[in-house]
């Protein structure tokens, strides 16, 4: 029902694009267009059509191999997210605004964070001008994690800069399409919307063959109908509006069906980012995309608090669980973000790491064969036995259960002992550690080749 009613949606009501080349290319596939209202419809046909011609896996390669992630099916990966604005320092409850040394000291956190698995550049540096922002952000990125790197773009000139440098880093234009160690977000506006600048910015990036992201955030009750299943086809369709783009202007494209769909807080209609329907819409979202075999942009893991407290922790495990039980494949904001994703903090990384441990260990799920249900051995220990000294127990003890690097489990005495410390006073030496101890850059004369020929890069 939630597929055939976006596909009403597209061949009745249509969605607009307001980029004059797109909506060209939308004419020559085949598209109904309305010059007069910008608005294009297709039929079903021709959208299943479309959707076909895209991959369905994508590799997101890292600069060291072992980071690289195939999207695609039920496969599950996390990591970073949002565009935040500011810094949140829980020792002072303090936050300022992000600056390019923030987004360096926290590429160097999460390259040393095991379950974050990519690094979506998380904040804006405010105190860079709009033309330099793009580079300088996914240089940032490249130069102090070996993780893929994805961002959103702001500039066409950007697009084009991060674009010569990744092909710089890879060694060629051809081995970035081989192994992409960047991919770009370009966001539909919802509902049924392309507006220019972000259509000729997807444009640009599918004809280069950089992977990309074509999510949409369609809000309950503001850009969406109030209900999730509502909020739900409306965010199929803003998605796929860019999905088809893509294979218009270069079949092929790496391109991955995208949701940031969310609720409204009903008091005043401001966007929600850890409410229990945001998980939900996005693990719907999820489902979706398995059944179009498309790879999977999923939102999960933030908080509307403003501190480092129990609703920070709970809003950010449920959203994540829920997702990634349902087989979401990319789900970014997943550790970091807090106070409605305007702000991120160091110490919730470090928390955001142990939480998703927890729900990669879930993901897994309980395997059930010979060996693991073990009857043998619970035939030679019987009745009123222990299994402590057995050899199974050994061989098992270690991948079995999930062996947590930040959670407390010592006795009130042994905790009082080494400090009585709180979640976030361990996660903050935690941060401390990792960053002293940080050793990835770049190779020196990769480096050196993409300061000399990039303009604009700040050191």
Known sequence: ??????????????????????????????????????????????????????????????????????????????????????????DTGMKQSATLEDLRKIAKLVDGLDNIHFFLLPTYPTELQLDCVDINRFFTGLDNTSKHIMGGVYTLDGVKQVIRMAELIAGSADKLRERPIVSMITCSISPLKIDSTYGDLLLTIAKSGVPLACPAEPLCGATSPITLAGNLAIQIVDSLAGVMLTQIVNPGTPVMLGSVATNTDLTDLKYLAGSIEMGLINAAGAQMA???????????????????????GYESALTNLLCALSGANFIHDAAGLMEFAMTVCCEKYVIDNEILGMVMRAVEGIKVNEDTLAFDLIKQ??????????????????????QPSLSDRHLREEWEANGGKSTWERASEQVREIVAAHKYSLPAEVRSRVLAEIKGIVE
Do not use: W
């Open 1 to 90: 029902m939630v597929h055939q009613t976006a596909m009403r949606i597209i061949e009745e009501v249509g969605f607009e694009v307001n980029s004059k080349t797109a909506l060209d290319l939308f004419e020559q596939a085949g598209a109904q267009v309305d010059r007069e209202m910008r608005r294009v419809r297709l039929p079903e046909n021709r959208i299943m059509e479309l959707i076909s011609t895209a991959p369905s896996e994508i590799t997101l390669c890292g600069q060291h191999e072992k980071n690289d992630i195939t999207l695609g099916d039920r496969r599950v990966y996390a990591g970073t997210g949002g565009t935040a604005l500011y810094v949140y320092h829980p």
């Open 290 to 312: 398995q059944f179009y075999k498309l790879p999977f942009y999923a939102t999960a893991g933030m908080t509307d608090s403003k501190m480092l407290d129990a609703q920070c």
């Open 381 to 402: 220990v019987g009745p009123g036995g222990n299994f402590i000294a057995a050899k199974h127990t050994r061989r098992f003890m270690r991948n079995e259960h999930y």
